[in-house]
């Protein structure tokens, strides 16, 4: 049998995917934010447990050398907002091993903003303008919740103070899986589950969906506040649309000292899951240690909004070649 | 056997799950934001014929099934065993349990090859080619000139089955079945 050559996107599909490519790009350009390029290989990678990093080995000046391909560019624009570069955004190849399925591929293009001197409502009604841009046909209104609403509304439990048994024991229930499957997993592990499986599905729906106040373990490299219930969260908003997560978004870390603690746990949580360690991006911490402003950073899938625009069912027909096909 | 990681979940992979083996017909990655990754995976279970959803932490493995499909040509009964023999040459007979058979008991005739599901080795599942000819031994009388449209009416084949036919169906007559549907196809 003769392998498939040809494109998993039509050639119409990708016409449209340049039309809203450049919709972006103008969004931008009228807002005066900066269009930048950054390095997809670099010489630490991300640390964060649930990432699996492509990395390869290059001849380097300084020899033999690992470089870690990016699972987004943050790292990179960090490092230009400490130079001074002000409002920046990129659309980047980003890579995550063993992320394949309808709404994923291991190779993909994030698109990935900085607001110095935004906040997080700023940065929100941004995000949220630009994807109403994006679909003129859409005329939902952008509705905010609370993480902890959420549980509580679809499945009458508190996520921060429900004991760790009960979150397995509805995890197990709610996930269909194997007796004691979740007899060893952490609180984390049951919220996302349950967020992604029971929870997710139900946001977005004729609507913008905006989640904020997550637990603070899901910070990875936002802020931490305390909430109005006196709470420790996160400083980040998801965005949903048709049960689809589009958004990611941080008040940033500019704390060197905390974002390296941050690091060496995740090094130290991937060393008790006997997961690789991701060599730690001292350059960034340098940039954080020389000062970053504080400020704003949003991630969004770029190919799963367009594959939502053009209504496609599957990720791979708003790409020219998927993984599977590259 | 070897371990399947969940990356490695394709419809049509056959693995254990519960001392069942089961055939996976979807697999999809659920990851919320910034966490844990899951796979939400439809199984069919081979041996109840059950469809179940399942969900795993991404990595997890499971052991794969020694399940094969072969093609074998139905013999005959004793009406407590059912044995069919391989069409490769060798000979070579299965017994097959009755409650492996299923919906295929109604389509049986010797000589025309099934799907035979092995799984270490035992028969677990059959399944009827997608048509099949086989004889009227029981109907009303065909009416004549009705050939064009109008009614149907049941007739008994010589596997056991009863099918609607039209009016114009007489005893001893061939007929093309299709077994998906259990419907009429055609005189054949």
Not at chain 1, 65 to 83: C, G, I, N, V
Not at chain 1, 245 to 269: P, S, V, W
Not at chain 2, 123 to 144: H, M, R
Request: glycine letters at 8%; aromatic letters at 8%.
């Amino acid at each position: 049998m003769t392998e498939s050559w040809r494109p998993t996107a039509t050639i119409e599909t990708l016409r449209e995917r340049a039309r809203l490519l450049a919709n972006v790009r103008h969004f931008f350009a009228a807002r005066g934010v900066l269009e930048v390029e950054t390095p997809v290989l670099g010489q630490g990678g991300s640390t964060d447990v649930h990432l699996v990093s492509l990395s390869t080995m290059a001849r380097t000046d300084r020899g033999q050398r690992r470089l870690w391909l990016q699972t987004s560019p943050e790292f990179h624009m960090k490092r230009l907002l400490a130079a001074g570069s002000g409002p920046i955004f990129q659309l980047a190849k980003s890579f995550r091993d063993g992320e394949v399925g309808v709404r994923h591929n291991i190779e993909f293009t994030m698109l990935e903003w900085y607001r110095p001197g935004f906040t997080l409502p700023d940065l929100i009604d941004e995000t949220t303008t630009l994807v109403a841009n994006m679909l003129p046909s859409f005329h939902g209104p952008v509705v905010h919740y609370r993480y902890r609403q959420l549980f509580h509304t679809y499945l009458a439990v508190d996520p921060f103070t429900t004991s760790l048994e009960a979150l397995r024991r509805l995890a197990a229930e709610r996930g269909q899986m194997s007796t004691g499957a979740m007899v060893n997993e952490g609180r984390d592990t049951c919220l996302d589950l349950l967020m992604g499986l029971v929870i997710e599905p139900q946001l977005g729906r004729n609507e913008l969906s905006v989640v904020v106040d997550y637990p603070a373990s899901q910070a990875a490299l936002a802020r931490r506040h305390q909430d109005t219930d006196g709470e420790w969260v996160a400083s980040r908003f998801e965005l949903y649309l048709n049960g689809i997560e589009l958004a990611n978004g941080y008040d940033e870390l500019t704390d060197a000292a905390e974002q390296r603690a941050r690091f060496i746990k995740d090094n130290a949580e991937r060393r008790c899951l006997g997961l690789p360690e991701v060599d730690v991006d001292e350059r960034l911490l340098a940039a954080l240690e020389h000062g970053m402003p504080d400020g704003v950073g949003v991630a969004l899938g770029i190919d799963r909004l367009v594959q939502l625009v053009l209504g496609k069912a599957r990720l791979e027909e708003v790409l020219a070649f998927s993984t599977p096909n590259c | 056997m070897a371990n399947y990681s969940t990356n490695e979940f394709k419809g049509g992979l056959k693995v254990m799950l519960d001392g069942d083996p089961c055939s996976i017909i979807e697999n999809e990655l659920v990851k919320p934001g910034k966490g844990q990754a899951f796979n939400r995976v439809k199984l069919r279970n081979l041996i109840t014929g059950r469809v179940g959803e399942r969900t795993f932490k991404s990595g997890d493995s499971l052991e794969g099934a020694d399940v094969m499909e072969l093609e074998m040509e139905y013999l005959y009964n004793d009406s407590e065993m059912w044995y069919f023999m391989k069409t490769d040459g060798s000979f070579e007979q299965y017994a097959v349990e009755k409650k492996a058979l299923g919906e295929t008991e109604k389509w049986l005739k010797e000589q025309v090859p099934y799907t035979v599901t092995l799984w270490n080795d035992n028969a677990i599942q059959i399944s009827a080619p997608n048509f099949i000819e086989l004889e009227v031994v029981e109907t009303d009388p065909g009416l004549k000139g009705d050939t064009a449209q109008g009614g149907s009416k049941p007739a008994t084949l010589s596997s056991g089955a009863v099918v609607r036919v039209p009016l114009f169906i007489n005893e001893g007559e061939i007929l093309k079945i299709d077994t998906r549907s259990g419907e009429y196809v055609s005189r054949a």
